[in-house]
């Protein structure tokens, strides 16, 4: 575990999730300077502190409108390896986290529609049934994620890659490359993208800045070992009695404020909550579990809490392309 400083802390929590900005301006915003923000860079890559960078889509904006979460049981631990190697260039898997407790593994996956989606868990079940003891699937029909405020992210901004869009984008083959490419590298320099896709810089510039203003690439996200960092990724499996629109307010609205939640999402099905946090300390876990309890005590709930292992290990935003 490396002990960090704030400066630290307030870098990675800026480059866990932004728009690819230059160096230059993250050192303006940091008030460091930018041989600083480019030396520690290197330093965090270079001791697997930040595992690589990967872009931020919404999906519905490329018709790919249903995302799942799919936790597994395996029958033996035995299976865990070559499990996770045989399903790692799965067409519709975007990550795999390694889960401590009840399951041991969730796959976050996307698919063009609910009849896919159908089919495609299906056969995967089907193909792994003697590996498989139980699974279950997580369909979310609201999400959002937040900067990591734990870490001095002061920024009011958020994000969510399911909401419905009624607006469909066409992209050129250039386009699609350039996804290609930061889907492998969601820092790769402007110089490196023009070359790859033979495009001038400017253009691909201006690709790039419609992909943005198009509203399908969100962002850009640092895969950071918070195992390294010293910090625990926990999920709260939460199940509500009813939710109301008055509900998802509130939980919007104190996730929003909660330190350090990063992500929620509603399920159809009980549990029908979902919190994502990440803490140093069980204390910090103990405490978020207590404002929740506190924050909701009106309501008929149950909290099981789903320790993360490992976040971001095979992480693959367009798996499809």
Do not use: W
């Not at 920024?155 to 250039?174: C, F, G, M, W």
């Not at 800045?209 to 709260?236: D, P, Q």
């Not at 104190?254 to 350090?260: A, I, L, P, S, V």
């Amino acid at each position: 575990m490396k002990e960090l400083k704030e400066k630290d802390l307030r870098l990675l929590a800026y480059l866990y999730s932004h728009n690819r900005e230059p160096l230059t301006k993250i050192a303006k915003n940091l008030k460091i300077s930018r041989q600083q923000v480019e030396y520690k860079l290197k330093e965090y890559l270079d001791n697997k502190l930040i595992e690589g960078f990967i872009p931020i889509i919404n999906y519905p904006k490329l018709n790919y409108n249903s995302f799942c979460i799919l936790l597994i049981k395996l029958k033996k631990q035995s299976y865990l390896k070559q499990f996770q190697e045989t399903i790692k260039n799965n067409a519709n898997k975007i990550n795999t986290v390694e889960i401590l407790g009840k399951y041991d593994l969730g796959l976050a996956m996307i698919f063009k529609n609910e009849q896919e989606k159908n089919q495609e868990i299906l056969k995967l079940l089907e193909k792994y049934k003697t590996q498989i003891e139980s699974n279950v699937i997580i369909s979310p029909y609201k999400m959002q994620s937040y900067p990591l405020k734990f870490a001095g992210n002061k920024s009011e901004s958020s994000y969510s890659q399911i909401e419905n869009s009624e607006k469909i984008i066409k992209l050129d083959e250039k386009e699609l490359n350039i996804l290609k490419i930061l889907n492998k590298n969601g820092r790769a320099k402007l110089l490196a993208i023009a070359t790859k896709t033979n495009l001038s810089p400017e253009l691909a510039f201006y690709k790039i800045k419609k992909l943005e203003k198009e509203k399908i690439l969100l962002g850009t996200r640092a895969i950071l070992n918070m195992e390294k960092l010293g910090f625990h990724y926990t999920i709260l499996q939460i199940s509500l009695k009813n939710i109301s629109n008055e509900l998802t307010k509130k939980v919007e609205a104190f996730c929003k404020n909660q330190t350090h939640i990063e992500t929620f999402y509603f399920n159809i099905e009980k549990p029908n909550l979902y919190i994502q946090l990440f803490h140093k300390t069980e204390e910090q876990l103990r405490n978020t579990i207590e404002e929740i309890k506190e924050a909701f005590s009106e309501q008929e709930m149950s909290i099981e809490i789903l320790p993360i292992k490992s976040e971001g290990k095979q992480a693959n935003p367009l798996p499809f392309l």
